[in-house]
């Protein structure tokens, strides 16, 4: 937790996106990314340089992952795409409840293991038709293994520094789940661990020292808990109504970045936060976990080496 003077989240992108979501940190490029959902965008932010770059996605992007050879893994509306950064191009390499065209892919995040975590959910938000999946690399082809049922909103997921714990959130109903994370990946024992009200939890980090941080949508604010479920100071996002979830990045992972909407913003509040949907930063004294890039296929691991 920060034990300095409550942090005062700044502006450093003036973005206003509409559905700002899904920051995480690159430590190969020393760079953050998040999305626009609604803007089909994906875009990466370059602290040290200030330089900003944006790539327009075919669906309605729910979360990036950087991979280990550089590209990013994608949850687009219907499944996993890679994208490469560096030209642009989305290749999809899975898709997700075909079944189900309501349904989209939302937050992501990867697990000291290397394991993909993510959640669909109802595009429409009224529907119980969301799930909970985990994604693993085998050989040059994807496994992805359904974990949970019942979701209107998913968002999430975040692990404990010590692997054994994975939240969850049901957005509509307030609701963080927590589950016991054993070593193969599988999840068990899911039960309450807090409620939000006056808004509604959206993503979720957990820093090094196992501290929930979540955003709060229509709540203009970020909570916090301890391990035990005990709540820490709330830390207040003036510039937006909507604050979807937090990032920990900067070379000793201190800085926080936090995503943020304008979607669903009356115009009155809109004009008293005109910056809503940008993206904000903050100092903190403890420092995130140590990102773990998704595992590229063995064929793109292997297309550098010389032969013969």
Same mark, same amino acid.
Request: aromatic share 8%; glycine share 12%; with cysteine.
């Given at each position: 937790?920060?034990?300095?003077?409550?942090?005062?989240?700044?502006?450093?992108?003036? *973005?206003?996106?509409?559905?700002?979501?899904?920051?995480?940190?690159?430590?190969?490029?020393?760079?953050?990314?998040?999305?626009? *959902?609604?803007?089909?965008?994906?875009?990466?932010?370059?602290?040290?340089?200030?330089?900003?770059?944006?790539?327009?996605?075919?669906?309605?992007?729910?979360?990036?992952?950087?991979?280990?050879?550089?590209?990013? /893994?994608?949850?687009?509306?219907?499944?996993?795409?890679?994208?490469?950064?560096?030209?642009?191009?989305?290749?999809?390499?899975?898709?997700?409840?075909?079944?189900?065209?309501?349904?989209?892919?939302?937050?992501?995040?990867?697990?000291?293991?290397?394991?993909?975590?993510?959640?669909? /959910?109802?595009?429409?938000?009224?529907?119980?038709?969301?799930?909970?999946?985990?994604?693993?690399?085998?050989?040059?082809?994807?496994?992805?293994?359904?974990?949970?049922?019942?979701?209107?909103?998913?968002?999430?997921?975040?692990?404990?520094?010590?692997?054994?714990?994975?939240?969850?959130?049901?957005s509509p109903a307030g609701i963080i789940y927590v589950f016991d994370l054993a070593e193969d990946g599988s999840l068990s024992n899911r039960r309450v661990f807090a409620r939000i009200d006056d808004?509604?939890?959206?993503?979720?980090?957990?820093?090094?020292?196992?501290?929930?941080?979540?955003?709060?949508?229509?709540?203009?604010?970020?909570?916090?808990?301890?391990?035990?479920?005990?709540?820490?100071?709330?830390?207040?996002?003036?510039?937006?109504?909507?604050?979807?979830?937090?990032?920990?990045?900067?070379?000793?992972?201190?800085?926080?970045?936090?995503?943020?909407?304008?979607?669903?913003?009356?115009?009155?509040?809109?004009?008293?936060?005109?910056?809503?949907?940008?993206?904000?930063?903050?100092?903190?004294?403890?420092?995130?976990?140590?990102?773990?890039?998704?595992?590229?296929?063995?064929?793109?691991?292997l297309r550098d080496i010389p032969l013969g």
């Amino acid at each position: 937790m920060n034990t300095a003077a409550m942090p005062q989240p700044h502006c450093v992108w003036d *973005i206003r996106a509409e559905l700002g979501e899904g920051p995480v940190w690159s430590v190969r490029e020393q760079a953050l990314y998040f999305v626009d *959902i609604v803007g089909q965008a994906i875009h990466r932010f370059h602290p040290a340089s200030g330089a900003r770059a944006s790539w327009s996605a075919p669906q309605r992007p729910g979360f990036v992952a950087p991979v280990s050879d550089g590209t990013l /893994m994608c949850g687009l509306k219907d499944g996993l795409y890679c994208l490469d950064p560096a030209t642009g191009v989305f290749r999809r390499d899975v898709a997700v409840e075909p079944d189900l065209p309501g349904n989209r892919i939302n937050d992501g995040s990867v697990d000291s293991k290397g394991r993909l975590w993510f959640g669909t /959910m109802d595009d429409g938000e009224s529907t119980p038709s969301g799930a909970l999946y985990s994604v693993t690399r085998e050989g040059t082809g994807l496994s992805v293994l359904r974990h949970d049922e019942g979701y209107i909103v998913t968002n999430g997921p975040g692990i404990s520094p010590d692997g054994r714990r994975l939240y969850h959130n049901h957005s509509p109903a307030g609701i963080i789940y927590v589950f016991d994370l054993a070593e193969d990946g599988s999840l068990s024992n899911r039960r309450v661990f807090a409620r939000i009200d006056d808004g509604y939890p959206d993503g979720v980090v957990v820093d090094s020292m196992g501290n929930l941080w979540v955003g709060v949508w229509n709540g203009g604010r970020i909570v916090r808990f301890q391990p035990d479920g005990t709540s820490l100071p709330s830390i207040p996002v003036p510039g937006a109504l909507n604050v979807t979830k937090v990032a920990f990045g900067g070379p000793d992972l201190r800085t926080a970045y936090i995503t943020t909407a304008r979607k669903n913003t009356p115009p009155d509040r809109l004009a008293q936060m005109p910056q809503a949907g940008s993206l904000f930063s903050f100092q903190v004294d403890v420092p995130g976990q140590q990102p773990v890039p998704f595992p590229a296929a063995e064929l793109a691991a292997l297309r550098d080496i010389p032969l013969g």
